[in-house]
């Protein structure tokens, strides 16, 4: 099995900053891409930044320049730093991993979501 766990989320004010940690553990071969979507309330989930093994990434419009997704394959960890923070990034934060398994299996895994709320 492989478990996704995030952390990371709070209260921040306008224009700060906070980041965002996805630990992927378990029977774990090798992570591939890693997706960090977001979930306002009332709305569906969107993908706002992506990785990939070989670190290629890319951005959703209303993030870019704001957010930077990074990650340590030694620690199997990806990271979202999160600036310049809006009311409307408020949201739950959930984290994608494409992993292939020890065990010669390839699936892809959800984390339980962390929750980010902007405001004054």
């Known amino acids: 099995q492989v478990q996704l766990v995030e952390s990371g989320g709070g209260l921040v004010q306008p224009g700060g900053s906070l980041r965002l940690s996805c630990a992927v553990s378990g029977r774990v071969y090798k992570i591939n891409r890693v997706g960090w979507y977001y979930q306002a309330a009332g709305n569906e989930r969107e993908l706002g930044a992506g990785?990939?093994?070989?670190?290629?990434?890319a951005y959703a419009g209303s993030v870019k320049g704001r957010f930077i997704i990074s990650r340590d394959n030694v620690k199997n960890t990806i990271y979202l730093q999160m600036n310049s923070l809006k009311p409307e990034d408020t949201g739950t934060y959930y984290c994608?991993?494409?992993?292939?398994?020890?065990?010669?299996?390839?699936?892809?895994?959800w984390g339980q979501g962390t929750r980010v709320t902007v405001s004054s």
């Open positions: 994608k991993a494409d992993v292939e398994s020890d065990n010669f299996q390839i699936g892809a895994y």
């Open positions: 990785i990939t093994g070989t670190g290629t990434t």
